[in-house]
Protein backbone atom coordinates (compact mmCIF):
# COMPACT_ATOMS: atom_id res chain seq x y z
CA UNK A 1 0.00 0.00 0.00
CA UNK A 2 1.42 3.28 -1.03
CA UNK A 3 2.29 5.58 2.24
CA UNK A 4 1.18 9.04 1.24
CA UNK A 5 -2.44 7.62 0.70
CA UNK A 6 -2.07 7.52 4.99
CA UNK A 7 -1.09 10.53 6.50
CA UNK A 8 -0.75 10.55 10.29
CA UNK A 9 -3.28 13.15 11.52
CA UNK A 10 -0.39 15.32 14.50
CA UNK A 11 -2.50 17.58 17.03
CA UNK A 12 0.41 20.32 18.14
CA UNK A 13 -0.22 22.96 20.18
CA UNK A 14 0.62 24.55 23.63
CA UNK A 15 -0.15 23.37 27.18
CA UNK A 16 -4.00 23.45 27.93
CA UNK A 17 -5.12 24.36 24.12
CA UNK A 18 -7.30 21.17 24.64
CA UNK A 19 -5.65 18.07 23.17
CA UNK A 20 -6.49 16.16 25.57
CA UNK A 21 -9.77 16.89 25.36
CA UNK A 22 -10.25 16.57 21.76
CA UNK A 23 -8.68 12.55 22.12
CA UNK A 24 -11.43 12.36 25.12
CA UNK A 25 -14.15 13.46 22.25
CA UNK A 26 -12.84 11.76 19.00
CA UNK A 27 -15.15 8.84 19.40
CA UNK A 28 -17.85 11.00 19.40
CA UNK A 29 -16.76 13.22 16.74
CA UNK A 30 -15.63 10.80 14.33
CA UNK A 31 -19.51 8.89 14.88
CA UNK A 32 -20.61 12.59 14.36
CA UNK A 33 -18.80 12.89 10.81
CA UNK A 34 -19.59 9.82 9.80
CA UNK A 35 -23.10 10.09 10.38
CA UNK A 36 -23.22 13.27 8.55
CA UNK A 37 -21.03 12.23 5.14
CA UNK A 38 -24.14 10.20 4.69
CA UNK A 39 -21.85 7.27 3.40
CA UNK A 40 -22.95 3.50 4.20
CA UNK A 41 -19.01 2.39 3.53
CA UNK A 42 -17.81 4.94 5.53
CA UNK A 43 -20.39 4.42 8.73
CA UNK A 44 -19.97 0.91 8.10
CA UNK A 45 -16.43 1.37 8.80
CA UNK A 46 -16.61 3.23 12.21
CA UNK A 47 -19.66 0.80 13.90
CA UNK A 48 -17.15 -1.02 15.27
CA UNK A 49 -14.86 1.56 16.49
CA UNK A 50 -12.31 1.43 19.55
CA UNK A 51 -10.87 4.72 20.87
CA UNK A 52 -7.60 3.84 23.08
CA UNK A 53 -5.43 7.11 24.45
CA UNK A 54 -2.29 6.22 25.67
CA UNK A 55 -0.02 8.93 26.91
CA UNK A 56 3.64 9.60 27.64
CA UNK A 57 2.72 11.32 30.97
CA UNK A 58 0.58 11.03 34.08
CA UNK A 59 1.38 7.64 35.13
CA UNK A 60 3.00 6.24 31.68
CA UNK A 61 5.97 8.86 31.91
CA UNK A 62 8.61 8.21 29.31
CA UNK A 63 11.49 7.27 30.47
CA UNK A 64 14.77 5.28 29.98
CA UNK A 65 12.74 2.17 29.80
CA UNK A 66 11.54 3.30 26.52
CA UNK A 67 14.56 3.16 24.52
CA UNK A 68 15.26 -0.23 26.39
CA UNK A 69 11.97 -1.54 24.84
CA UNK A 70 12.17 -0.44 21.78
CA UNK A 71 9.36 1.51 20.07
CA UNK A 72 6.51 -0.90 19.09
CA UNK A 73 6.85 -2.17 23.23
CA UNK A 74 6.73 1.03 24.24
CA UNK A 75 3.31 1.52 22.78
CA UNK A 76 2.36 -1.56 22.66
CA UNK A 77 2.57 -1.75 26.15
CA UNK A 78 0.61 1.38 26.63
CA UNK A 79 -1.78 0.25 24.84
CA UNK A 80 -2.43 -3.02 26.76
CA UNK A 81 -2.47 -0.93 29.86
CA UNK A 82 -4.70 1.52 28.81
CA UNK A 83 -6.95 -1.04 27.24
CA UNK A 84 -7.75 -3.80 29.59
CA UNK A 85 -6.90 -1.30 32.83
CA UNK A 86 -4.73 -3.62 34.97
CA UNK A 87 -4.74 -3.59 38.88
CA UNK A 88 -1.04 -3.01 38.97
CA UNK A 89 1.16 -0.17 38.83
CA UNK A 90 2.50 0.57 35.07
CA UNK A 91 6.08 -0.46 36.07
CA UNK A 92 4.74 -3.81 37.33
CA UNK A 93 2.85 -4.18 34.17
CA UNK A 94 5.84 -3.71 32.14
CA UNK A 95 7.77 -6.09 34.12
CA UNK A 96 5.12 -8.88 33.34
CA UNK A 97 4.50 -8.05 30.16
CA UNK A 98 8.80 -8.62 29.92
CA UNK A 99 8.88 -12.15 31.58
CA UNK A 100 5.56 -13.18 29.75
CA UNK A 101 6.46 -11.98 26.03
CA UNK A 102 9.89 -10.17 25.60
CA UNK A 103 9.57 -9.44 21.96
CA UNK A 104 6.20 -7.39 21.95
CA UNK A 105 4.80 -6.10 18.78
CA UNK A 106 2.76 -3.42 17.78
CA UNK A 107 1.13 -5.64 15.60
CA UNK A 108 0.29 -8.36 17.94
CA UNK A 109 -1.09 -5.60 20.56
CA UNK A 110 -3.64 -4.22 18.01
CA UNK A 111 -4.69 -8.00 16.63
CA UNK A 112 -5.57 -8.90 20.62
CA UNK A 113 -7.51 -5.93 20.95
CA UNK A 114 -9.56 -6.13 17.95
CA UNK A 115 -10.15 -9.83 18.49
CA UNK A 116 -11.48 -8.94 21.50
CA UNK A 117 -13.69 -7.09 20.20
CA UNK A 118 -14.81 -9.54 17.49
CA UNK A 119 -13.38 -12.81 16.53
CA UNK A 120 -15.04 -12.74 13.44
CA UNK A 121 -12.22 -10.83 11.12
CA UNK A 122 -14.66 -10.21 8.28
CA UNK A 123 -16.29 -7.83 10.57
CA UNK A 124 -15.04 -4.35 9.88
CA UNK A 125 -13.09 -2.79 12.96
CA UNK A 126 -11.87 0.58 13.45
CA UNK A 127 -9.22 1.46 16.02
CA UNK A 128 -8.23 4.66 16.92
CA UNK A 129 -5.38 5.21 19.19
CA UNK A 130 -5.21 8.87 20.68
CA UNK A 131 -0.93 8.77 21.47
CA UNK A 132 -0.89 11.99 23.84
CA UNK A 133 2.60 13.77 25.25
CA UNK A 134 4.20 12.35 22.49
CA UNK A 135 7.31 15.11 22.90
CA UNK A 136 8.20 13.60 26.21
CA UNK A 137 9.55 10.25 24.12
CA UNK A 138 10.73 12.71 21.59
CA UNK A 139 12.59 14.51 25.10
CA UNK A 140 14.03 11.07 26.46
CA UNK A 141 15.31 9.70 22.91
CA UNK A 142 14.62 11.00 19.44
CA UNK A 143 15.81 7.81 18.07
CA UNK A 144 12.62 5.95 19.72
CA UNK A 145 10.68 8.37 19.22
CA UNK A 146 11.68 8.53 15.52
CA UNK A 147 11.64 4.75 15.03
CA UNK A 148 7.88 4.70 16.39
CA UNK A 149 6.42 7.12 13.63
CA UNK A 150 8.18 4.86 11.09
CA UNK A 151 6.09 1.77 12.62
CA UNK A 152 3.33 3.29 13.48
CA UNK A 153 3.37 4.27 9.77
CA UNK A 154 4.11 0.85 8.68
CA UNK A 155 0.86 -0.62 10.36
CA UNK A 156 -1.29 1.89 8.61
CA UNK A 157 -0.12 0.52 4.93
CA UNK A 158 -0.36 -2.98 6.18
CA UNK A 159 -3.12 -3.64 8.48
CA UNK A 160 -5.35 -6.71 7.33
CA UNK A 161 -8.21 -6.87 5.54
CA UNK A 162 -11.51 -4.50 7.11
CA UNK A 163 -9.19 -3.36 9.73
CA UNK A 164 -8.52 0.24 9.75
CA UNK A 165 -6.16 1.52 12.13
CA UNK A 166 -5.55 5.73 12.53
CA UNK A 167 -3.38 7.21 14.79
CA UNK A 168 -3.57 10.32 16.48
CA UNK A 169 -0.20 12.07 17.73
CA UNK A 170 -0.67 14.65 20.10
CA UNK A 171 2.09 17.14 21.43
CA UNK A 172 2.68 20.11 23.38
CA UNK A 173 4.36 22.48 21.46
CA UNK A 174 7.66 24.06 23.88
CA UNK A 175 8.47 27.21 22.87
CA UNK A 176 7.09 29.96 21.21
CA UNK A 177 3.82 29.35 19.52
CA UNK A 178 2.45 33.43 18.00
CA UNK A 179 3.77 31.90 14.27
CA UNK A 180 1.86 29.30 13.98
CA UNK A 181 -1.35 29.22 12.46
CA UNK A 182 -4.49 28.65 14.91
CA UNK A 183 -7.28 26.26 14.34
CA UNK A 184 -10.06 25.69 16.14
CA UNK A 185 -10.74 22.37 17.81
CA UNK A 186 -14.23 21.05 17.44
CA UNK A 187 -15.14 20.82 20.37
CA UNK A 188 -18.92 20.36 21.59
CA UNK A 189 -19.29 22.12 24.84
CA UNK A 190 -19.33 20.14 27.68
CA UNK A 191 -22.55 18.31 28.74
CA UNK A 192 -24.34 19.14 32.31
CA UNK A 193 -23.90 14.92 32.85
CA UNK A 194 -19.63 15.01 32.04
CA UNK A 195 -19.32 18.72 33.71
CA UNK A 196 -20.67 17.19 37.05
CA UNK A 197 -18.45 14.14 36.63
CA UNK A 198 -15.77 16.41 36.25
CA UNK A 199 -16.44 18.84 39.45
CA UNK A 200 -16.91 15.59 41.43
CA UNK A 201 -13.81 14.13 40.79
CA UNK A 202 -12.27 17.34 41.09
CA UNK A 203 -13.44 18.01 44.59
CA UNK A 204 -12.02 13.91 45.22
CA UNK A 205 -8.78 15.00 44.26
CA UNK A 206 -9.08 18.18 46.21
CA UNK A 207 -10.32 16.32 49.78
CA UNK A 208 -7.61 13.82 48.87
CA UNK A 209 -4.98 16.26 48.44
CA UNK A 210 -6.14 18.15 51.85
CA UNK A 211 -5.99 14.71 53.73
CA UNK A 212 -2.67 13.93 52.93
CA UNK A 213 -1.12 17.61 54.16
CA UNK A 214 -3.16 17.40 57.68
CA UNK A 215 -2.01 13.69 58.41
CA UNK A 216 1.27 14.64 57.32
CA UNK A 217 0.87 18.02 59.42
CA UNK A 218 -0.37 15.83 62.61
CA UNK A 219 2.39 13.45 62.23
CA UNK A 220 4.96 16.25 62.47
CA UNK A 221 3.54 17.87 65.39
CA UNK A 222 2.74 14.30 67.10
CA UNK A 223 6.79 13.66 66.78
CA UNK A 224 7.49 17.26 68.37
CA UNK A 225 7.88 17.70 72.10
CA UNK A 226 5.57 19.65 74.53
CA UNK A 227 9.25 22.26 75.44
CA UNK A 228 10.14 22.33 71.84
CA UNK A 229 6.75 23.23 70.62
CA UNK A 230 6.59 26.23 73.63
CA UNK A 231 10.41 26.99 72.17
CA UNK A 232 8.66 27.29 68.34
CA UNK A 233 5.55 29.57 69.03
CA UNK A 234 7.75 31.43 71.23
CA UNK A 235 9.87 32.26 68.36
CA UNK A 236 7.03 32.54 65.69
CA UNK A 237 5.09 35.36 67.92
CA UNK A 238 8.32 37.48 67.82
CA UNK A 239 7.67 40.80 65.87
CA UNK A 240 10.63 40.76 63.71
CA UNK A 241 9.84 37.04 62.24
CA UNK A 242 6.08 38.60 61.67
CA UNK A 243 7.71 41.12 59.37
Known sequence: RNKNEHAIPVLAGGPGTGKSRFLDEIQNLLNEYAHA????????AFK???????TYRNG??????????????????????AYFHPTS?????????????PDLRLSTAMQVIRQHVSMNLDDRVALIVGINEFNKLHDIDQSTSRSLITSIGGQMCKAPKAFFFVP???????????M???????????SDDRASKL????????????????????LV???????????????????????
Open 48 to 54: NMIVVNV
Open 221 to 243: ISEVTLGTLEFFLEKFSEPKLLL
Open 37 to 44: SNDQKVIN
Open 89 to 101: NFDKFISLCQQSS
Open 168 to 178: IVASTIEGLIY
Open 199 to 218: AVQSFAMMITLLTTIISGAA
Open 180 to 190: YPQIFLPLPLL
Open 60 to 81: TTASNTDKILGSEASLAMRLFF
